[in-house]
């Protein structure tokens, strides 16, 4: 039995164990069709008034009752339950089966193990940890499951980003006509929750036309918490939401459709969504179909984001007539490329379309579409590549901002784009290649030396750490610096002595400005400050304050914060929720809180000084984030130093009196044996 609230780790773990317990027995993507209902019973059983629940389904009973058979007491428990919850939770276990003879073997791990996890409120740190939960065990699943068994699974990372950018605000409606397993719908709550909005509510509309993914995404929903969330089991192309008026309308859609499928004409409901063409039936490439979904179900002021393969942005006949009517009639915003291997379902590139409804568009973006090029803002890894709070970070504030960075983001006249004759390849407009090789100088080759125009390309960043081209080479003839005597090897590790005054600079900066932020942090603890308002000044001064220095630039001053801000988001909520003693209770524990494992409170911080272990603790962690990037920057210049070497540390002249000097040791021993 648990002594201490239980975390969302912890509880993530304890799932983990239960999927577990059930490997060899049912297939990975089978786990959440045994695990969830339990998790929910257990659940709505502890925690009273979340749902209807009657004696055949409360926990106890069914404990009490297993002995006989676990498979059929669970099996009427959850009968039940959806009995007395029919609006809820109508159809939401018709997939499971637990009196089958193996699911019996199931049933019965699964109640000896869900029986140590307590699931009141009381029992929780902050009361959302089941939902939480229950939604990273479903991105584990997706990420083990293989690509055929994953495809409903939209990655948290996108969900979060495409919230950010279309920024829904309390009151308003949300859909996504491609639910899955929930995760836009959720993102949109959650970041509704960070933004100061508490009190605030949004109508939740989702629609998913695969059964078992229907449910999940049900289930999802409501280990959240959410329990007035429409989600129907339809096709979006085929059978939209509707009201009295025809076709529901939407402040906000997020949504990411499954990639080039086919469909047929004659079964489109509402064919006058399609209002700028058709694209061929049986193609496989239904994308810009679901698109036009989008536009049409968008209120006059609303926005939207979905996800599509890259091909629409290029492809040709009708698809090029849709995109040329999209743009003409000002309902494309942006076009966001996020890369190739994001999805577990897909290695294809993908990019987002950001939408806007039919209402006038501020004057700054009308008749342009900014375009962004993100493939490179994600983390790489063995499998998949993935884009965290850093990549967010950077891509929202570019969007939010309508901002031009070189190499990044453009935004892109109408006239420009019917000149390309509507083609929306991001490539077209924004040039994102790593800048090019000098050509080799033929002068430094043949005779020796570094050509000073290539030391000035890179002059900025060595001034930045207070080095300038005389520390690390000599004068030579006009126009060249040549190395030192030692060697360009040998001056290359100079250059952290070099850089160690300006990086320490930089880090007393640092710290001086954390010490600023401390009176911050008793309003966010006293309640007078909601996360959203410390976070946005935290970004504003960070950037205030270190972008003079010039050794990072904004996007990574904010890619610092946001991966730190991102990876203690619990710990703020703690500091909200129960002050400094909150977080050192978190601080204090084991980083991954096992299930079953007596917790014993670790020694506190002297009294009166919880306050200063926070917040000095917080500012480390930030100084490390921030030290990480200010070595990779250090590190640019140790490469581009040695790059210098590679190209000029040896001329032709060199070679040729290297030559000359062995030709003459050679003609000196060959007439010393006689030869000669």
């Not at 609303?302 to 040709?316: E, M, N, Q, Y």
Request: contains cysteine; proline residues 6%; negative net charge.
């Amino acid at each position: 039995m648990f002594s201490r609230p239980l975390t969302v780790d912890s509880l993530d773990f304890h799932l983990m164990q239960a999927a577990d317990l059930l490997r060899g027995e049912v297939n990975t993507s089978e786990l959440t069709q045994f695990i969830g209902p339990l998790l929910l019973l257990k659940r709505v059983s502890d925690q009273p008034g979340l749902l209807r629940v009657p004696d055949v389904a409360r926990w106890e009973y069914v404990v009490d009752h297993a002995r006989l058979s676990a498979g059929d007491t669970l099996n009427r428990a959850l009968a039940a339950l959806e009995q007395n919850n029919p609006r809820l939770l109508a159809d939401l276990f018709d997939a499971v089966d637990f009196n089958s003879p193996s699911a019996e073997r199931i049933a019965v791990r699964l109640l000896r193990h869900f029986d140590q996890l307590p699931l009141s409120d009381d029992d929780l740190e902050f009361g959302d940890e089941v939902g939480r939960a229950f939604d990273r065990f479903l991105t584990r699943i997706a990420s083990s499951a293989g690509k055929g068994s994953s495809q409903f699974f939209t990655p948290r990372a996108v969900c979060r980003l495409m919230a950010e950018l279309v920024r829904p605000q309390g009151g308003q409606s949300v859909a996504d006509p491609h639910a899955g397993s929930g995760g836009m719908l959720l993102s949109a709550v959650h970041h509704l929750a960070e933004h100061g909005g508490s009190g605030a509510r949004l109508s939740l509309y989702g629609q998913e036309k695969n059964g078992s993914t229907w449910r999940t995404g049900r289930l999802n929903l409501l280990l959240h918490g959410i329990v007035d969330a429409t989600m129907d089991n339809s096709d979006s192309l085929t059978d939209p939401l509707i009201d009295g008026s025809g076709l529901m309308r939407f402040d906000r859609v997020l949504t990411a459709p499954p990639f080039s499928t086919s469909y047929k004409q004659n079964e489109v409901g509402h064919p006058e969504r399609m209002r700028y063409g058709w694209v061929p039936e049986g193609g496989k490439k239904a994308d810009l179909m679901f698109v036009q979904h989008v536009l049409a179900a968008l209120r006059p002021q609303g926005l939207g984001a979905v996800v599509t393969p890259h091909g629409v942005l290029f492809r040709g006949g009708a698809e090029g007539e849709i995109r040329r009517g999209m743009v003409e009639d000002n309902r494309l915003e942006a076009v966001i490329g996020i890369g190739a291997n994001v999805f577990y379902n897909t290695g294809i590139p993908a990019c987002i379309l950001v939408l806007r409804g039919t209402g006038d568009p501020p004057e700054e973006r009308r008749n342009r579409v900014l375009f962004v090029d993100a493939e490179r803002e994600v983390t790489t890894g063995r499998s998949q590549n993935r884009l965290d709070a850093q990549h967010v970070a950077k891509i929202a504030d570019v969007y939010l901002g309508w901002r031009d960075v070189p190499g990044f983001s453009r935004a892109v006249s109408l006239a420009e784009i019917r000149e390309h004759d509507y083609n929306l390849n991001i490539g077209r407009y924004v040039d994102s290649a790593p800048p090019a090789e000098p050509l080799l100088d033929i002068g430094a080759a043949l005779t020796g030396g570094v050509p000073r125009r290539e030391v000035q390309a890179e002059a900025r960043r060595f001034h930045a750490f207070r080095i300038a081209p005389d520390d690390l080479l000599h004068p030579f003839r006009p126009g060249y610096w040549r190395f030192p005597p030692e060697g360009h090897e040998a001056a290359a590790l100079r250059i952290p002595g070099l850089a160690s005054a300006a990086e320490e600079g930089f880090l007393r900066e640092v710290r001086s400005w954390w010490a600023d932020q401390r009176p911050l942090f008793r309003k966010v603890t006293g309640g007078e400050a909601c996360l959203a308002e410390a976070r946005s000044h935290l970004e504003e001064t960070f950037c205030r304050r270190l972008i003079p220095m010039e050794i990072l630039d904004r996007y990574q001053l904010l890619g610092a914060l946001a991966a730190w801000w991102s990876s203690h988001e619990d710990d703020f909520r703690a500091l909200t929720a129960f002050g400094y003693h909150g977080v050192v209770r978190r601080v204090r524990s084991s980083p991954k809180d096992a299930p079953g494992r007596v917790y014993r409170k670790p020694p506190p911080p002297p009294r009166g000084e919880e306050a200063a272990f926070v917040l000095d603790w917080l500012g480390a962690d930030l100084r490390a984030h921030t030290e990480e990037l200010v070595a990779g920057e250090r590190q640019k210049l140790v490469d581009a130093y040695l790059r210098w070497g590679e190209r000029y540390a040896v001329s032709m002249a060199d070679l040729e009196r290297r030559y000359q000097t062995a030709a003459d040791r050679l003609r000196d021993r060959m007439t010393g044996l006689g030869y000669f």
